[in-house]
């Protein structure tokens, strides 16, 4: 079989360029920058891991038993939530306003990486931060708090991969409406708030007023809390986890569509 001049062209320019090879190499590169940001790290890494004793000892203080929950079905899906809010979406949100107003999401644009290749790919290494925090999380508190063995893990499963793809589109969001680097520090900080009151993290749902409740039920972060939970308590139905789902996809679909209606590749002037 003959080789033609195109084929030793192309093995001289070494393997085809794909989507997942372009979105890997502006991954490495963007841990590469991770690692160098000290303060984001640490904020990234080491807080969710600390926050949950506080948790614990609100937890060991209420009346769980009457709502059948017990200190670990509380602690952990808080665990989940603290790594998700501070992992991904406030270390997320610094990342695309600091690569924003760089221009390194400008230049990007020129190469051969296409729009949803560049978010992707710069989201990539804190999502998988937030992926193995969760998952070292759980092991944590499965042991520490004698959780057993969950009823329903795919609730659990589906609840932790909605929340970090809706945390990543909800950090491009927020970046849209952050105009400074210095600024991103502070634009996290309302959905983080309400997050950490009204989603389940301190006080579960069951606690609060039914009224309370249903509006709290509505905030991006609850479906997965409830998700979480309900993948340990076993006590979630049919009904209650598919509004849980179609509650975090609506956030989801929510949020990409504003980052493609909103988000800014070049910094304000």
Request: glycine share 8%; charged share 15%.
């Amino acid at each position: 079989m003959s080789v033609t001049t195109e084929d030793r062209a192309g093995a001289a320019r070494g393997p085809a360029s794909t989507p997942l090879r372009r979105m890997t190499a502006l991954a490495r590169a963007e841990l590469t920058l991770l690692g160098r940001a000290k303060g984001t790290l640490f904020a990234a890494v080491f807080v969710p891991l600390v926050l949950p004793l506080s948790v614990r000892s609100a937890a060991e203080e209420m009346d769980l038993a009457g709502a059948g929950l017990t200190p670990g079905t509380v602690v952990l899906p808080a665990a989940v939530g603290f790594s998700l809010l501070f992992a991904v979406y406030s270390a997320l949100v610094g990342v695309f306003v600091v690569r924003r107003e760089e221009l390194v999401l400008k230049r990007l644009r020129t190469g051969e990486l296409r729009d949803a290749e560049i978010l992707g790919g710069s989201a990539l290494p804190a999502v998988v931060i937030g992926l193995a925090q969760c998952l070292l999380l759980t092991a944590g508190c499965t042991l520490l708090l004698d959780l057993p063995a969950p009823p329903a893990p795919h609730l659990a499963v589906l609840g932790l991969l909605l929340g970090l793809v809706m945390c990543a589109a909800l950090a491009a969001v927020t970046a849209a409406f952050t105009r400074t680097g210095e600024s991103a520090q502070v634009t996290p900080m309302p959905l983080m708030m309400v997050s950490v009151i009204g989603s389940g993290m301190f006080v579960p749902l069951e606690l609060l007023p039914d009224k309370l409740a249903s509006v709290c039920e509505l905030l991006p972060l609850t479906p997965v809390v409830a998700l979480v939970r309900g993948g340990w308590t076993g006590d979630l139905s049919a009904g209650e986890a598919l509004g849980a789902l179609a509650t975090a996809v609506a956030w989801t679909v929510l949020a990409v569509f504003a980052v493609r209606r909103w988000f800014r590749w070049e910094p304000r002037r």
